[in-house]
């Protein structure tokens, strides 16, 4: 069963800095693009960045303020996060999907990020 485990949420201030790995398991990493959602309470999940075969997507909101990146090595995908703000609080979730074939999907249990004054 494939695993992805999200770490690296918590409390920050605005305008601080924080980390989002992900480490997935069973799973040919290699073949599949990796992401964030976020989901805010009372919100729809959203797309925060995915990386889709080497070329990234970033969401607006958050554009120039986090970074996608990926490490096939080690079967992990991070989030850079930096100069946060409240509205970014959410529960950060990573997502994996197949690039071919069934495109399977698979999701995280989610890491809570809190940005509080």
């Known amino acids: 069963q494939v695993q992805l485990v999200e770490s690296g949420g918590g409390l920050v201030q605005p305008g601080g800095s924080l980390r989002l790995s992900c480490a997935a398991s069973?799973?040919?990493?290699?073949?599949?693009?990796m992401g964030w959602y976020r989901q805010a309470p009372g919100k729809q999940r959203e797309l925060v960045a995915i990386?889709?075969?080497?070329?990234?997507t970033t969401s607006e909101s958050v554009k120039g303020r986090f970074t996608i990146s990926r490490d096939n090595a080690r079967n992990t995908v991070s989030l850079q996060m930096s100069s946060l703000k409240p509205e970014d609080t959410a529960l950060y979730y990573c997502?994996?999907?197949?690039?071919?074939?069934?495109?399977?999907?698979?999701w995280g249990q989610g890491t809570q990020v809190t940005v509080f004054a």
């Open positions: 990386d889709t075969n080497g070329s990234t």
């Open positions: 997502y994996a999907r197949a690039r071919a074939g069934p495109r399977n999907e698979y």
């Open positions: 069973r799973i040919t990493f290699g073949v599949y693009d």
